[in-house]
Structures are given as C-alpha cells and as structure tokens.
C-alpha cells in the first residue's frame, strides 16, 4: 500500500487517548511480521494498549544501531467541533488529505509503513526501526513503557527521528511538559455558619494565585531562549471543580495545573517552589481553621525537554537530508526528549503543520505527505 492509502486505514481507526489502540497497532504488527521485520508490543497495565517496535535489519542482518522512526498513534478528541466530513473517513480537499490525526501524527506513520518494502530491499549497513507509541497526547504516558524494554533487550538504536508535523523542518528543541493534579480537602458546613467550615476553594484559588505569581516571575526574570516562539517557561492553571451547593462551605476543590519548562530549566525547581508555599504558608493556615484539613498534590505525565545536539550523528543527518541549518525550537512537547534521556540522541522532523493539530477539519497536504516520502526514502539509502 502506498502512503495515502494506508493514511486511509489509519485514520479509519479510532485511536482518541481514552480508547483502546489495539485494533490500529495489532494491524500494522501484521502487516510488518508479513514483510518479515522483528516486532514486539509493549502492553499498559490494563492490556488495552500496547505501543509497537519493529526492526528492519540491515542488508547483512545487522540489527543493532541504526535509526528509529518514531510515531504516536493516538488522537486528541473530535468532541464538540465542527467538522465538515466524518473525522474518521479520510477525504481529499484542495490538495490535502482531511481526517483526525492525517497531521498529527498518522501521516508520518503511514509514509513509514508505506516504505517498508522498499527499505527491506535497500542495501543498507544499518537497521531500521519502527516505534509507534499510545497516549502521547495525554502526556506521554505509553512511550517509557516501550523504551524501558528497548533497555532489557539490548537494543541501542544510534538516532531518532519523531515524526511529529514540521513542515518537513528541522526541530532541535522543545520545552518540557509537566502535569499536576491537586486536591484541597477542607470541612463543609452550612454558608450561614462560614467560621466553622474550612473552604476548600478558597485555599484552592490561594494557591491558584501563587502558580500564577510563580509564571509571572518566570515571564518577567527568565531564564530566556529567543528561539521559542514563547522564550521562556510557563505556567497555568486549566481545570478546575469544587462545592457542591451555594449554600454550603465547599470541603474539597481540586484542580488540574502544568507547566512547560525551557531545556536547561529543572522541572523539579518549579515544583518545588510550589509545594513549598503549600508546606510553609497555606497548609499551616488551613490546619488553624481546621486541624484534618490536607492538599494533596499528584503528579500526572511529564514529558522531558529536547535539546538536541547539533554535533549528534542524527542532528547532522536529518539537517543534511532536508538541507535545513535553521536553529528551530517549539513550545509544544513530543516523546523526542524520553528517547534522548535514554542516550537515543533524537530530532523532530515530519509532514503536516502544527497548525493544523487538534483543529476540525484537521488535515496533511499532499505535498507534505509527498516530501516526507522522499526524505524517509533518502534517510534509508543513507544507511
């Protein structure tokens, strides 16, 4: 199957975070066994998803070293947007191909599994891989599940190209995502009787505030790199829910924030700074109130920052392939920086525009889909 119509068939796949992968994963772990690459599923917890590693050895049989290709396979919801066509149904439109994830990411996952033929027949030195990942728009919470077990295998890829949409540029860097879920347990009572009660919400906003104080301080003081859009790390609040009645002192708020973290800056340096407000300043004020009230603070995904290396092997590859030297840095997250904490040097590079991710009518160019084809086919030859 060539590029488009396998985009076709992984489109045709429900894969939004909160469903199963499987049926998309199983098919395409068919599909490469088939051609006769070595693939292996590492399963969630739950067994209902797996994320897919696949090798292409090289000419000799050689499968250690080489470069990986990497994907994710879930999609973000089509919940409440307006869409012109079905989501799942794959359409052409104005030289472009329309469908939830043909951007982000399956286009780049079907160029991959469309060259596999081709790759398979190459003379390579080097092996090729294959690495599609679930749940990466919820955090990237499969991928360390499959690079855990890349470890207890022995198998120690040289590079890394993520997939993600680019344009077909250059990325070398992109900030940290951290995600947080806290919970203020207060006391209820009736709102006639406030002094007897502990508000949950307002210890909640308390320290809403501080977060934002917190990002206002990073946006003002830096550190800063003039290469993101954004040049320094941020901070919010997004969710948020509490009380249960106008009339009653609310006894739990709880609330979901994140920050996004410039390479270079610790995560745990930003954290800590708000659970130290919440030990030294705010708890103690809610325990006067009431003795048993408590904050709760649980970390959700996290996703480390990419700096790659501008002297790594894959770096100068992929920058000689797409004859792109720009210093390209993003604010949004992808799963390159868990392979370069695991010594996978790793870039982001892959067809479609962010600008397009998560949108209605979300859609890949032809074009796009087009120079993808002949970059993943020069990356082959160039092993």
């Not at 033929?117 to 891989?129: D, G, N, T, Y």
């Not at 206002?216 to 790199?225: E, L, N, R, V, W």
């Not at 996978?344 to 479609?352: L, R, S, T």
Request: charged fraction near 25%; glycine fraction near 8%; hydrophobic fraction near 40%.
């Amino acid at each position: 199957m060539n590029t488009r119509t396998w985009l076709e068939e992984l489109v045709a796949f429900d894969t939004t975070s909160r469903n199963s992968n499987l049926a998309l994963i199983e098919t395409a772990r068919d599909y490469l066994k088939g051609q006769g690459a070595a693939a292996w599923l590492a399963h969630n917890p739950e067994k209902t998803k797996a994320n897919l590693f696949a090798t292409l050895p090289a000419a000799d049989g050689n499968t250690d070293g080489g470069v990986v290709l990497s994907g994710h396979t879930d999609v973000v919801p089509v919940d409440g947007q307006d869409w012109s066509s079905d989501p799942f149904k794959l359409v052409e439109k104005n030289g472009a191909l329309q469908g939830r994830g043909a951007c982000d990411m399956k286009g780049f996952i079907a160029s991959s599994l469309a060259l596999v033929p081709e790759f398979l027949a190459m003379p390579r030195k080097k092996p090729i891989h294959l690495a599609f990942s679930y749940d990466e728009e919820v955090g990237c919470a499969g991928a360390p599940l499959m690079l855990a077990e890349l470890k207890d295998r022995g198998i120690r890829p040289e590079g890394c190209v993520v997939g993600e949409p680019t344009s077909m540029k250059v990325v070398v860097a992109h900030k940290g995502i951290n995600l947080f879920r806290c919970r203020v347990h207060g006391k209820a009572a009736h709102s006639s009787l406030t002094p007897r009660g502990c508000n949950a919400i307002e210890y909640a906003a308390l320290l809403i505030c501080r977060i934002r104080e917190l990002a206002d301080a990073m946006k003002a003081k830096g550190p800063y790199d003039e290469f993101f859009d954004v040049p320094f790390s941020t901070m919010t609040t997004n969710q948020i829910r509490g009380g249960i009645a106008v009339n009653t002192i609310p006894e739990l708020c709880e609330f979901m924030y994140e920050f996004r973290n410039l390479p270079g800056v610790s995560s745990d340096s930003i954290q800590v700074d708000v659970e130290r407000y919440v030990r030294e300043e705010l708890l103690p004020r809610m325990q006067a109130e009431y003795a048993d009230a408590r904050i709760e603070i649980e970390t959700g995904a996290a996703a480390p920052a990419l700096e790659a290396s501008e002297l790594a092997a894959i770096t100068e590859l992929v920058r000689g392939l797409t004859q792109d030297r720009a210093t390209r840095k993003v604010a949004y997250g992808t799963e390159a920086g868990l392979f370069q904490g695991v010594g996978i040097p790793a870039v982001v590079c892959g067809p479609g525009s962010i600008e397009q991710a998560h949108k209605p009518d979300e859609f890949v160019a032809l074009d796009q889909l087009d120079a993808c084809d002949r970059f993943l086919r020069q990356l082959g030859h160039s092993l």
